[in-house]
């Protein structure tokens, strides 16, 4: 009940595409859904966040989309940029918790 | 600017070794977290802290110690390191009231147990 599943492992894009990453939660009470980008040799870093009020949040280029009823969430990249090539992880919490579950983390390589 | 700072980047051990890993963070947050990074298997906690000397068992704790003796400092302890173990290693810290705040980590470390 409290796993985090994310797909895909690795993705490649081209330059000026979508790169579309997903996850998928079991545990109802999660109310809070951050994604967390991690480019190599650093730490991650909070990118995106959304709660279940709303279904759609969109911030410049990057877009999350939450289906509370089929308990998904997922990260779109419109318009890839070289420089987003990174690792992507999103993740989830409850209120009545003190910690984040994370998922399994995509590669993201977009291509010039 | 915000900063999460890891006592090593790189750190070689041998089996049976004790190992310590430092964090220390300057942003007064109340949370302060230790995950290790695997992959395919994303980031998993392995012990929290929400205040000075308080811890909190994470996912996978086994093999671990915490200690939090300063708000700003939260050290990861491996009593006898095994070659499972071998890992990055992040920290990172939060303000304390639940898990929503932004977590900020630091930039890892890389243990290798031979």
């Known amino acids: 009940q409290q796993q985090v599943k994310q797909s895909p492992q690795s993705l490649i894009v081209q330059k000026g595409g979508i790169s579309i990453i997903n996850c998928a939660y079991e545990?109802?009470?999660?109310?809070?859904f951050p994604w967390y980008q991690q480019f190599p040799g650093k730490g991650p870093a909070l990118l995106i966040a959304?709660?279940?009020?709303?279904s759609e949040k969109k911030e410049g280029r990057f877009t999350i989309s939450f289906n509370k009823s089929a308990k998904q969430f997922s990260l779109h990249i419109m318009d890839s940029q070289p420089g987003d090539s990174a690792t992507y992880f999103c993740?989830?919490?409850?209120?009545?918790?003190?910690?984040?579950?994370f998922g399994q983390g995509t590669t993201l390589q977009v291509k010039p | 600017d915000v900063k999460v700072t890891q006592s090593s980047r790189y750190l070689v051990k041998r089996t049976g070794e004790k190992v310590f890993l430092e964090c220390v963070q300057d942003?007064?947050?109340?949370?302060m977290f230790w995950y290790r990074q695997d992959p395919g298997l994303g980031l998993r906690l392995i012990y929290f802290?929400?205040?000075?000397?308080?811890?909190e068992k994470g996912d996978i704790p086994e093999g671990y110690s915490v200690s939090r003796e300063k708000k700003e400092r939260f050290s990861l302890i491996l009593e006898s390191a095994s070659t499972n173990q071998t890992s990055m290693y992040l920290c990172?810290?939060?303000?304390?009231?639940?898990?929503?705040?932004?977590?900020?980590f630091g930039p890892g470390t890389r243990l290798t147990v031979l």
């Open positions: 959304i709660r279940p009020d709303v």
């Open positions: 545990n109802t009470a999660f109310d809070y």
């Open positions: 993740a989830s919490t409850a209120s009545n918790t003190g910690k984040l579950i």
């Open positions: 942003m007064d947050h109340e949370n």
């Open positions: 990172a810290s939060s303000r304390g009231g639940g898990a929503y705040h932004e977590q900020f």
């Open positions: 802290s929400y205040d000075v000397k308080m811890k």
